[in-house]
């Protein structure tokens, strides 16, 4: 009776199978053979030729691409590292059960409800040299107008910024969660030990929250690499290529000069750092297994 | 800080802490709303206008009935067809996988490389998929049409819902389900009848991150349509040109946007978090 | 209703043998209880049975119908489970209907059936309730008229009332016998309480290990255990063992001397000597003696157990408890008389742990 069930089981697995396969391995495979050859669909007419790893090698001295992969990952280490700051501290706060956390809860979750093509438009407004809010604010702290987006300087951590604010609610409520999974008793004996609350954040907090830390950072080292939406209305990768992430990148190799073969070479590039650093993540997941 | 009482100084200064995050959370929101209400010129002016001294709705009116950018009850249905569509499909197919992952009816080897595939599915940068995609579907003919977008976000969710659901479906009282096969219940009326009224809660959490993701995802909308299809985001970003920023327009179409997810979401606030952990944080 | 046969099943789940070499009969109308401890593979033999799991190996017959390979679906049986188990989305009506829609029912008969099974259960006021909105013991009666409302071939039941608290539990086992005998139902009921197997059962299965340790009626297993599991899991408070040796047809011990009778010594002539022996005597069967005695203990505590007293002794290596009327008031560290009714005795090898009498 047992083989009716597995028929089963293979049939719900089915339609989703198909979608991945139809979705993810076929443009993939198709990927991984076009990256081996050159081919630019600019040229009608054009066949793609076979160039072997050339398209890989080519990255290397690649500035463009090197410059990108240095911006994304620039962008996603600080991002990570100040949300998570802010995060654990707003996580703490909202732990602390008073009636504005509850107020707090509803209000942490706008910033991500609102489309990234709509945050990008939105910030360029309030960046803007002439008449964005933020110059109106610095203004107060004696501080200058600033150019922000049409800076080369300037325009990556301002991107950053903004980020963080959208974000933010995620490492922010994943570790709240993690908090609230602590149990009580455990604070309590350690203040009856006569454990001082720095000691008990240092040695009780924090280490229970390693689980929830990780898969927070997992999840947001997914999101970060693959930005686009963003600045794709923010800054559109300038001035000049300062805010150039790699998908951006990629997109107008692939779609605005229409070069398949290098694209296809980067985006498996990219895929296998992405790959690695995940793997690495969600093996120190399953080791603690503590996670599912 | 850690559940246990406070003091009056501590308690002062969680309230200006929170306070001062929910201005800085809540004003650029604020800030879209207003800019949406304001003439353009308007919003050209400095110091900024916080206040706004001419409130019109004609921004509104210009997007939706007097575009020169086509007709954008159209792109809104667009949106809302394949949004719709895509909660749909992940929902049903990705439960169904889930329900299957977490039986034991398959080899224990089997499940975990399923899993894993999906969870290493659910890693790929979207980039890396879209370009050969656009070709494959360019191939089929199928660019520009809802059905192309829709495939692509639903298989994007799909392994969103996968994890979700197999947490969900793995907490269902295993006693239940054996009920239902003594009373007769084959695997997928037990599945319909029995285990997906019982998990309603978790498709909800589902659902509207599949909502937030297929409204508002820009990248792949903007490869794979250009007319017929093409949704919201790709509208409000065909706004930017190089010489001349629409601030009323934008603004106007992006609260349009935004307002269907705060309501949506908004039934479930609790379970959210459950969602943005991915199922992988037990609360 | 049926017979049920179980011929030499085994369960392993990867080494594990969870069920091993397992085979019994339930005959028509008969109230078999599969007890033992938890982990002894009585749930595992009650899913088998219900075809939730296959065996690895041996064959099931019900109502003389090979049906290892019938669904659990067509086996036409029900079952009831220690969570009950009740479908939370559901009203009571359409959980007791339930099986009979999925069977495709005529709705009309549903109906009827339902309001019969209800009626019979004394629950028909409670039938537009959802099962959140129920006490335990009226979930009980839901996953109860959940079962019987197909008219099953047989009826399985897998603690049912160990969810219960202690005052339901005394009352509902006797309804459920009332219940089952009216219905003439054959039932396989598995439980870990030994007193709920004795107070029920036709026959008992008395398991460890995934092994049947005895098949037989209470009094079978109660008054001739068939080995030193089976004596120390049935009966409160446990039986007394302690180590002996025999010579020339008297026990020895420490603080124990006792002559065996004629029958018993034939019985370990036939089973052949050997050097130690576990004597078992369950403690109503030790007696105060008023009178010297060649059994001798030390008062260590006594508990009051409300009707009696139940004093635990101690002498040397030896500790037994024994139950006491509560006119006489033993204290601590008291030497008592004892008297052993020798008959009521039972012993084991020490090795195999085989009754020999």
Known sequence: MLTGYRKWSIIFLLPSCLFLIFAYVYPMVYSFIMSFFSYSMLIPGAKPVFTGINNYLSIFNNLAFLNSLRITFIFSIVAIFFQFIIGLFLALAMSANLRITGVFRVFMFIPLMIAPVVVGILWRNLYHASYGVINFFISFLGIPPQTWLGSATQALPAVIVVEIWQQLPVF????????????????????????????????????????????????????????????????????????????????????RFFDIGAAAAQSWFFLIIVLLIEIYFIRLILSRGTAR | MFGLTKSTVEKVLLYIICTIVIIVVVFPLYWLIITSLKYDIDSYIYPPQFFPVNITFKNYIDILFLAQEGNLVKYFLNSLIITTSTIFLSLLFGSMAAYSLSKHYLSIMFRRMMLAFVLVIRIFPPITTAIPYYIILSKFRLVDTHIGLIISHVSFSLPFTIWLMIGFFQSLPAEIEKAATIDGCNFWQRFIRIVIPLSLPGLAVTAIFGFLYSWNEFMLASILTSENAKTLPVVIAGFISDKYLFWGKMTALGVLMTMPVIIFSSFAQRNIVKGLTFGAVKE | MANLVLKNITKKFGKIVAVNNFSFTVNDAEFVTLVGPSGCGKSTTLNIIAGLEDPTEGEIYIDNIFSNNIPPSKRDIAMVFQSYALYPHMRVRENIGFGLKIRRFDKKEIQKRVAETADFLGIGNLLDRKPAELSGGQRQRVALGRAIVRKPKLFLLDEPLSNLDAKLRTQMRADLKILFSDLKGSVVYVTHDQLEAMTMSDILVVMNDGIIQQIGSSDEVYDHPGNLFVAGFIGSPIMNFVNVKIERGVIYSDGIEMALTKQQLDKIATYGYKKEYILGIRSENVNISKSESKIRFEVEVVEDAGAEYIVHLKNGKNRITLISEKDISPRRGEGLNLQFDVNKTHLFDIDTEVAIY
């Open chain 1, 172 to 255: 922010a409520f994943i570790l709240a969660a993690g908090i609230a999974s602590i149990p009580t008793e455990l604070n309590k004996a350690a203040l009856v030990d006569g454990c001082g609350r720095m000691r008990i954040f240092w040695h009780i907090t924090l280490p229970l929250l390693k689980p929830a830390i990780i898969v927070a950072f997992l999840l947001r080292i997914i999101d970060t690499l693959r930005m686009f939406d963003i600045v794709y209305t923010m800054t559109q990768g300038g001035p000049g290529t300062a805010t150039k992430f790699l998908s951006l990148h990629i997109y107008e190799k692939g779609l």
